[in-house]
């Protein structure tokens, strides 16, 4: 069984152009309580954060609500993502899942969150909303 925090407010999945130079207000949002998680590639620019700190001129995609792993967690642990993931899979439930240092996260749509926190409910885990 995990404990699974639902954390406030509306995410957005953002894609900026490769090379861009993120604002200064999307990096206000780590002094807060808000998860901002950055990915850089050749092909471009990822961005999970906030809706409302979402980048000028990204494409994005809002109403996400996002999901933590109760944490911190052992490096050596395995398994984990695999077991918030696979039944919002069964549930048929779209999944962003990303991980930090610490622990894993998984955004789902605002739409379907009830469908998804039923189902980790009936996978046995603890959803803290």
Known sequence: MLD?????GVYAVCRLPAGTVLPPRLWG???????VTVSWTTDGVS?????????AGADV?????????????DAA?????????????RARVDVVAFSTY????????????A???????????????
Do not use: N, Q
């Open 4 to 8: 699974v925090a639902l954390l406030p």
């Open 29 to 35: 949002a780590l002094a807060g309580r808000d998860v």
């Open 47 to 55: 961005v999970i954060c906030p809706a409302e700190r979402a980048p």
């Open 61 to 73: 995609e809002t109403a996400w609500r996002c999901l933590r792993l109760v944490g911190p967690l």
């Open 77 to 89: 642990v395995t398994g984990t993502l695999a077991a918030l993931v696979d039944p919002l899979t």
């Open 102 to 113: 610490d622990t894993d996260h998984v955004l789902v749509p605002t739409v379907r969150l």
């Open 115 to 129: 469908e998804a926190t039923s189902a980790l409910e009936r996978a046995g885990h603890r959803v803290h909303k």
